[in-house]
């Protein structure tokens, strides 16, 4: 099935979503795939407002909205305007797609981790989507979808990254719970647990030998690409998973089940 039969198979013609870290990485290749699949497309981003306007050029080039908002999600009237601007624009929105985060390259133990750095990543990766829950389940419309990103890291821990783990550990379980409170309203929450993605903010670890060494470890045999994370996150927000609810959607090669 291809071209335009295949996007009205998904049944996301007409819909709107929020993508927040869009202008780079898993969220640009959301975004595009659902503008192309006729999904009107607002992106947030912190500070590449370039790439953001460049995102959004190609969003519209599908024949649907989209604007770019920037700002630090870690604070609640970031996200708060961002969502206003979705009803202004849009007037409503179906589909929220928490994407944004940090992963700090260093390897470092707990007990030599800061206090700086451990609560920059949970600011970033945590209170973040807490703001962005907040809004979603305020501003989403009945049977809308929400869709977090988190990570192979949050269910099986990850040494040396003990702050990243946390985090996204905790947004699973807020996952769990949130999915029941919105259940009554038809909205469904999700989370996309990707492992090793080709992405800007990965490069740091793949270099030298190591990347080789890390497709070598996944079980299907490579790095996954945005495209391979964004599929899974359109399926979700598609009618074909209207009964997934409450659900860790691993997109990981397999890496989740070795050591």
Excluded at 4 to 20: C, D, I, M, N, S
Excluded at 189 to 195: D, I, K
Excluded at 200 to 223: K, V, Y
Aim: glycine fraction near 14%; aromatic fraction near 6%.
């Amino acid at each position: 099935m291809t071209g335009t039969h295949a996007h009205e198979f998904l049944g996301l013609r007409g819909r709107t979503a929020l993508v927040t870290g869009g202008s780079r990485g898993v969220g640009r290749a959301t975004a595009l795939l659902l503008a192309r699949a006729g999904v009107d497309v607002g992106i947030s981003y912190r500070s590449r407002s370039d790439e953001a306007e460049q995102v959004v050029r190609e969003v519209t080039a599908f024949g649907v909205r989209g604007f770019a908002h920037g700002g630090d999600l870690t604070r609640p009237d970031v996200v708060a305007a961002f969502f206003d601007e979705g009803v202004a624009r849009f007037g409503g929105i179906d589909f929220v797609i928490g994407n944004h985060g940090i992963w700090p390259p260093e390897d470092v133990s707990i007990a030599e981790m800061s206090a700086a750095r451990w609560r920059r990543t949970l600011d970033v990766n945590l209170d973040s989507i807490f703001h962005l829950c907040q809004a979603a389940a305020r501003h989403l419309e009945d049977d809308g979808r929400l869709v977090l990103v988190s990570s192979t890291a949050g269910q099986r821990g990850e040494a040396f990254h003990g702050d990243y783990a946390a985090s996204k550990g905790a947004m699973i379980s807020l996952v769990k719970g949130l999915c029941v409170e919105l259940a009554p309203r038809g909205i469904t929450v999700n989370s996309v647990a990707p492992g090793w993605i080709d992405t800007e903010m990965a490069h740091p670890a793949f270099e030298g030998e190591a990347r080789d060494r890390i497709a070598r470890s996944i079980p299907i045999g490579r790095i996954a690409t945005a495209e391979d994370v964004a599929g899974p996150i359109a399926f979700l927000c598609s009618r074909w998973g209207r009964h997934v609810t409450g659900e860790i959607l691993n997109v990981n090669g397999g890496a989740v089940l070795v050591g």
